[in-house]
């Protein structure tokens, strides 16, 4: 009997525990094996879990910017009056052509007609020019030409003073300047130098010799054109070694003569010493003793 009571107990217990945290539930003792256990009800942190497994990753990226944070932004001709007459300047510049101040104050964004400052710097600029008659502002470039005939004369005057002229330069005077120097080149009235890196116009001489029966000169050949430009010019140890073995010596180069300060006194010569006036502060004893005597005892 005792046995009894206490499989009973125990099947109370059974039915009064809570299988619901359990990750398998037992099938209940008053069912039949055959019928399946029911499953077990999904908790939070398992629905969120499959949530997160379903759906896809909503993660927000970065959108991407070009801005250069190392350098300064650009916030147009800015309110230092320097800026503002740089900016106009550069405008009248390019342009190449006369313009009233109105519309050069509207293109380049600066108070030229309402800052007093800012238009007479722009006024005084020595490379303004300003017609009282029309109102209008020029620039003035260092050359004033606009056809190929006269950028030839313009070069034959500079290369008669010793040089040639940077095709910058040119250019700033007239935009079409690198075009005619390049036809003038095949022509042969020019000799023109390039730079290394990407053969761009450099600097313009005029010809003066060409290659015809009046003045005599005749075209190098290509043979002695290529041999000359294959010549590589040592570095400057490999060319002290090749002066030494043909006997030669490098010119040295001549240093200054230190000229001596103006205000050092030269040497062998000194000025006699200044004598000093005494000055006489005894006035009272004027006309009774004779001060500038000198008193010995005798």
Request: aromatic content about 6%; charged content about 30%.
């Amino acid at each position: 009997m005792s046995l009894g009571k206490d499989a009973d107990a125990f099947k109370r217990v059974l039915h009064r525990q809570d299988y619901t945290s359990w990750h398998s539930q037992p099938v209940p003792l008053n069912s039949s094996p055959s019928t399946p256990a029911p499953a077990p009800a999904p908790t939070i942190a398992a629905a969120s879990t499959s949530e997160s497994t379903s759906t896809p990753s909503t993660k927000k990226k970065r959108p991407k910017t070009n801005i250069v944070y190392s350098q300064p932004a650009d916030t147009g001709t800015g309110t230092n009056v320097n800026t503002q007459l740089v900016y106009a300047i550069d405008h009248l510049k390019s342009t190449h052509n006369p313009m009233r101040l109105q519309d050069i104050a509207i293109v380049t964004n600066t108070p030229l007609e309402t800052d007093v400052v800012l238009l007479e710097k722009f006024k005084s600029h020595d490379r303004i020019l300003w017609d009282p008659k029309t109102d209008l502002y020029s620039y003035r470039h260092e050359f004033s030409f606009r056809n190929k005939a006269a950028l030839l004369t313009e070069i034959q005057r500079q290369t008669r003073k010793g040089g040639g002229i940077p095709v910058r330069a040119l250019k700033e005077s007239w935009k079409e300047a690198p075009q005619a120097i390049e036809e003038l080149e095949k022509e042969g009235e020019v000799l023109v130098t390039r730079t290394v890196k990407d053969g761009q116009l450099r600097m313009v001489f005029w010809n003066e010799i060409k290659p015809d029966d009046e003045s005599g000169g005749k075209q190098v050949e290509k043979e002695f054109f290529d041999l000359w430009h294959s010549l590589k010019v040592p570095n400057d140890v490999d060319l002290l070694k090749a002066l030494h073995a043909e006997g030669l010596q490098a010119t040295a180069e001549e240093t200054p003569i230190p000229k001596a300060p103006s205000n050092m006194k030269k040497k062998g010569k000194r000025s006699a010493p200044r004598q000093r006036q005494a000055k006489i502060t005894n006035t009272h004893l004027k006309g009774e003793i004779d001060l500038s005597r000198d008193y010995e005892r005798k």
